[in-house]
């Protein structure tokens, strides 16, 4: 069946057993499988609470399957790494900075887990922008250390 003509919910669920068995990302399925996954007609994008995900139903509909999947990833990995607990004190901070640090360092991840971009894809705009943060200066760092070059460069005017 083509993906166009699945709902949004079929579309994400048809992602979270595809990455189950693929070889890269099958460590993720006990993940995808805890919490319940809501599709919005009010989120622009998506998030997670640490255990449930949610979805903006516009924004999955905009994906291909690839970036689909790369965006089931993504919220699966904030999960597994606990961000919401692990980062609270950088979180309470400043909320957006502890994101931009955490995503710069998952979507690295996530990238080179699959170079080849057989099962996920990061998003992209309609003119190709990437949709996410990605970064190749904050390589091989955590995210406590990307946050602190992140408000350096918001102190140093660098960032808005």
Known sequence: MS???LTAEQRIERAHSQLMRHKDFCLFSGVFMVGNVVVSDTTP???????DVT??????NRLDDK??????????MHKAYRHLMVWKNIAKENPQLANA???YVINLQIVDSDKGQSIVSMPR???GKLMGLLDEKYRDMDTR????????DCRDGEIS
């Open 67 to 76: 970036q689909l999947a790369f965006l089931v990833v993504h919220e699966a």
């Open 45 to 51: 994008t998506a998030f997670t609470n640490g255990r």
């Open 55 to 60: 979805y903006g139903r516009d924004f999955v």
């Open 101 to 103: 640090a955490m995503d």
């Open 145 to 152: 250390q990307v946050y602190e070059l992140l408000k350096k």
């Open 125 to 127: 705009d309609s003119d």
């Open 3 to 5: 993906s166009k003509n």
